[in-house]
């Protein structure tokens, strides 16, 4: 009987050890490295909610901006339903930034201003 019960508390107990696992994971953000033909960095992975409420952005085309052809910032509007490589090439052109100094612009440049975040390599390429 005590083994049965002991089967019954282990089984709920990794049962809820998996699911909050599954559940902690759900906000986690993939800035992936994909686009890069040799990457020199792994893929960045943050908290995009916790991250947002704690520097206080609350619209977000802050970070998903938008521009129009003649690289005018649209007021209002959001790229969030975009991947940051659809408009940015590897290489600068024009105006545009790279994708990697877009990236490092948008997420370390922001960082910087607000004396606030990571700003070494590590701390957001963990290898």
């Not at 409420?53 to 970070?63: F, G, K, M, Q």
């Amino acid at each position: 009987m005590q083994n049965k019960i002991f089967i019954i508390v282990a089984a709920l107990f990794l049962t809820a050890l998996i699911l909050s696992g599954a559940y902690s994971q759900e906000d986690m953000e993939e800035v992936s490295n994909e686009y890069f033909p040799s990457p020199q960095r792994s893929t960045v992975f943050f908290e995009h909610d916790n991250h947002n409420e704690t520097a206080e952005i609350e619209d977000c085309d802050v970070c998903h901006h938008l521009y129009d052809e003649e690289g005018n910032l649209v007021e209002d509007e959001s790229s969030e339903d975009q991947m940051c490589a659809e408009c940015h090439e590897l290489d600068d052109k024009g105006k545009q930034p790279g994708l990697r100094k877009a990236f490092h612009q948008s997420c370390k440049g922001c960082h910087l201003t607000e004396q606030k975040g990571p700003v070494m390599c590590g701390e957001c390429h963990p290898n």
